[in-house]
T-cell receptor
Framework: GAVVSQHPSWVICKSGTSVKIECRSL??????MFWYRQFPKQSLMLMAT?????????EQGVEKDKFLINHASLTLSTLTVTSAHPEDSSFYIC?????????????FGPGTRLTVL | DAKTTQPPSMDCAEGRAANLPCNHS???????VYWYRQIHSQGPQYIIH???NNETNEMASLIITEDRKSSTLILPHATLRDTAVYYC???????????FGAGTRLTVKP
């Protein structure tokens, strides 16, 4: 099956620093990837849609200058949380769209837990 | 996208069938019904999806009512490892973003 990885799986950083999270599709190419955020005991919230070679599309209320998304290749999208603050502490999950042979399914990564001190 | 309504929680005895309902009364003809589940602190896992017809795979069965306003996910023989939050999502054909509701927390008990 299609596998999506994320790195790191968890990260702790100081307030004011920037953190980069990588999302990779390991055995398929993905022109479209998605980034979600999940707070404790809540559902996943879509943050943005990442398209290879073009700018990401952000959901309403998500600051594009704070959450920088780069989708530079067909297997890698990165999310950079800039000037992180404690309220950015969350579980960040990416997914990659497998769009091939009439099949379009989203495969999710294992998530990255960010803790900002 | 059509909104979905699911019970917040359900219990099921190990080895029995788990039937998880989902209401999507405003669904349109060009919207799929998807089911994902999320085991604690992991990414969501795809289970099954359908448009009009009932579907079955190695994980589960999806029963969609004739009017398509509701559906039921059936795990035929629930195990302790099926304890998770189950999400029912309605998605327009041609769009690929998944928007998650609150889901149903299924607890499988010994």
């Amino acid at each position: 099956g299609a596998v999506v990885s994320q790195h790191p799986s968890w990260v702790i950083c100081k307030s004011g620093t920037s953190v980069k999270i990588e999302c990779r599709s390991l055995d398929f190419q993905a022109t479209t990837m998605f980034w979600y955020r999940q707070f404790p005991k809540q559902s996943l919230m879509l943050m943005a849609t990442s398209n290879e070679g073009s700018k990401a599309t952000y959901e309403q209320g998500v600051e594009k200058d704070k959450f920088l998304i780069n989708h530079a290749s067909l297997t890698l999208s990165t999310l950079t949380v800039t000037s992180a603050h404690p309220e950015d502490s969350s579980f960040y999950i990416c997914s990659a769209l497998l769009d091939s042979g009439g099949r379009n399914e989203q495969f999710f990564g294992p998530g990255t837990r960010l803790t900002v001190l | 996208d059509a909104k979905t309504t699911q019970p917040p929680s359900m219990d099921c005895a190990e080895g029995r069938a788990a039937n998880l309902p989902c209401n999507h009364s405003t669904i349109s003809g060009n919207e799929y019904v998807y089911w994902y589940r999320q085991i604690h602190s992991q990414g969501p896992q795809y289970i099954i999806h359908g448009l009009k017809n009932n579907e079955t795979n190695e994980m589960a069965s999806l029963i969609i009512t004739e009017d398509r306003k509701s559906s039921t996910l059936i795990l035929p023989h629930a195990t302790l490892r099926d304890t998770a939050v189950y999400y029912c999502i309605v998605r327009v054909v041609g769009r690929y973003d998944m928007r998650f509701g609150a889901g149903t927390r299924l607890t499988v008990k010994p």
